[in-house]
């Protein structure tokens, strides 16, 4: 059986009362990968000879039982199954304001398996204004009182149009009047929630659980904008330096699946850690105070929590120094950088996969800037509109071509890539097949693997005639690059440009001087012994370039038509695979200076404190830390891994090419590295871009849906439980939608003959529906206007059986929300609120 990985990456945006939505988006993304666990744990426990303890961490992942759209979502996968099986992993997330608290909550689920069931309670509840807003008192609360007609008609003007929608009118004229110059919204209590709704998440707790492959890493990143700034140098020239501030600060937050147990800064005793970064993300100017961490000090002893990992998380995740004499504040992410793209873009560049991969990166953008701007291009904006347009709209929504430019470049460069190694190709497997002929007998033995990948890396230098030295320089450069970052690192934790580019040209004039230095000739005729030492001493890259390289071959035998004629091969080259990723994460720590102790730290401060022109001081460190490497060890541990293979570990007639890319890569990194111009090969071919997003076309309507908060600049469904209802219900159902076409487009042509999408579909909108109608009450036209849409979209399919009969009966987790049961009595469609008035409600605040 074939089997595919689904990797998603997830780009959240601000949006205000828009995270109500993308918390209905959350949901489902959680229920689908949830569902491919479950599925993926049912087919594991009935293949034939298979050990309950081989994965325990998905079995405590699944021990609760699946929801109704979890069952609905396992229905897809079982039926897919005929023909592949698809396996669904989120492993890098990023956000900014209401996106980054959706993403953080999202990153902890999936994490650790976390229910964000109880959360529907907490958006639909909380995000309220007479819940967000702090309290009036004294004599300002009456006399804004006696304004409320006055600012009645300039709301109607301003919105040019009348609400007659009486909670909304009411909630809009309390807001309005709630505090003038001030922030109306309260940071502590919604910080209290962000804390509350983590101990809910955390009341079912398993050490062991997760939604992540073994050994597979989940990164999220979230923005905040420091509003100080932190000062930072820029080299000009040789000796001039330039000093700006750095306004934009990027959280980064993991989790990775060990054998035995979850390395995570996500967990329980990190709670208060992702509650600063949600309070600060969605610190949105003038309605929320700035975050600062004396805010989240007092709400914590004021609840009586700890905060476990303060110091770690202030000096190492957060930048700062919490003894500062002027203490950091921090204003809402999305002032900065409200699309954040670049730093998931970074993070899935090299990521391990046991199986063949199909990458997706997918942003979540509610209401898109076209569809809830239409500006008459030919008059003149206002005096307040400029303002706020200028302060506000424009900075939050910088556009995204150059991210997406860059994606495309990258699969262009992979697309090339893949062309130059198949047509290489046959040439070198003629070369290195000679080579094996000669040098043996039978079987590879370790021996005979060094001595022919010695052989084929001399012939590869031979025959490249004037290429070789261009390749060479340029391995040069990367590698004496690399040092200098490592070594300044060593000295001065995060490093130094100036010490980093005074070590850079300190190793270039030593490198310039074993080039010239006499003496026998290393694997080619043009290259000293000494610089060939050199490189194989120190070049940890080139080993985990070479192994990426095996494993992009390896990922070709997936792909045979008759790998399943040879049984357990698919699981073996898993486990060779697996083995590894390994070998490339011990190779990665050599470049981490945490991992060397005070002795080489030493050294480092020694080698800086050296003449510039003392080459000796060069070359002693560097002998020094090529001997701590020991990088000839380890060639020869991965000579015997090939060696293991060659005799027993997969087919035959597929060991060749394993043994052949490992014996013959130096061929190979001859064409591949001047084109990458990176340190390593990655697995990841290309990635496709989508996007989740009401105003895109979809099942259920073919123009797309209008978002109640999208009104009222965005703060609309603040002002509405009816609304937010409404939209937190869209939220799940353009994320079902979207994510079933990612799937089934992530299959291709290896979907089975007779899968019926349609019935699929409908199945998760039923689905859906049925989990939510008893919550969503406050609209009594809402369920069954989308029940009315799935029955005219869908009249000629029938939704499928789940796969289990009680399923659908059985919740995720015991605990139910109350949600939906207020007395809130609303008019479904709310006020019609022009496209281009949603900046006015700026003017009358102001």
Sequence with gaps: MKEIELRLALVLYGGVSLAVYMHGVSREVLAMVRASNMHRLSRFSQAPGSREDEDPAILCAASAGASPVEAAWQ??????????????????????????????????????????????????????????????????????????PVIDRLVGKALKSQIDDEETREKLRAFVQSRWFTPPFSGERFASWMLDACARMDENWCDRATLLPRGQRLDLFVTLTDYHGERRKVLLGSTATLEETEHRRILHFYAQARATRIESNLGRRNVADVVFAARATASFPGAFPPATIAEMDALLDERGEPWPERDHFLRKTLGVDPEAPVPPVFVDGSVVMNKPFAPVIEAIRDRPAMREVARRLIYVDPVPETARRHADRESVPGFFRIIVASLAHIPRNEPIGDDLAGIEEGNRKARHLSDLIAASEPLVEREVERILERETDG????????????????????????????????????????????????????????????????????????????????????????????????????????????????????????????????????????????????????????????????????????????????????????????????????????????????????????????????????????????????????????RISAADPGALSETGTKLKGASLSLFGAFFNRAWREHDYLWGRLNAADKLLSTVIGAVGDRKPAGLDTQALRRGLFEAILEEEAEHLRTDPHLISAIRALIEDAFHDARAPRTSSPDAASKPQHPRRSAAGKGDNRTERDGPAASPETHDDLHNVIS
Excluded at 102 to 119: C, E, F, K, S, V
Excluded at 656 to 664: E, N
């Design 75 to 148: 229905r897809v996968f079982d039926d897919l199954a005929e023909t592949v099986e698809v396996r669904v992993v989120v492993d890098a997330l990023s956000g900014a304001s209401a996106g980054g608290v959706n993403a953080i909550m999202l990153a902890r689920a999936l994490a650790h398996d976390l229910p964000l069931t109880d959360h529907r309670a907490m958006w639909l509840e909380n995000a309220d204004v007479t819940r967000l807003a702090k309290p009036q008192d004294g004599l300002s609360r009456y006399f804004k009182r006696t304004v409320s």
């Design 443 to 690: 079987s590879l033995t370790a021996r005979r693997v060094r001595a022919c990948r010695r052989q084929a890396n001399e012939a590869a230098h031979q025959q490249a005639g004037f290429m070789h030295m261009p390749y060479l320089k340029l391995k040069m450069a990367a590698l004496g690059e690399r040092l200098a970052g490592f070594i300044a690192g060593l000295i001065a934790d995060g490093g130094d440009p100036a010490v980093e580019r005074m070590l850079n040209e300190r190793i270039t004039d030593y490198l310039h001087a074993l080039e010239e230095a006499p003496g026998d000739k290393g694997d080619s005729p043009a290259v000293p012994l000494p610089l060939t030492n050199f490189l194989r001493g120190l070049d940890v890259d080139y080993r985990i370039r070479r192994l990426r390289f095996v494993i992009r071959r390896l990922n070709t035998l997936y792909t045979l038509p008759d790998l399943s004629s040879f049984e357990g091969t698919s699981e073996q080259l898993d486990d060779l695979k697996g083995t590894l990723y390994a070998q490339i994460e011990h190779l990665s720590q050599y470049w981490r200076p945490s991992a060397y102790d005070a002795e080489v730290r030493r050294a480092a401060h020694l080698l800086v404190a050296s003449p510039a022109d003392n080459l000796k001081a060069t070359k002693t460190f560097l002998d020094h830390l090529a001997e701590i490497m020991s990088l000839d060890e380890l060639d020869l541990l991965h000579d015997d891994i090939v060696s293991a293979v060659d005799h027993a570990f997969i087919a035959p007639r597929l060991r060749r090419r394993f043994s052949g890319a490992y014996i013959g890569f130096a061929f190979y990194d001859l064409i591949t590295f001047p084109v990458m111009q990176r340190q390593e090969i990655t697995e990841v071919n290309e990635v496709l871009v989508d």
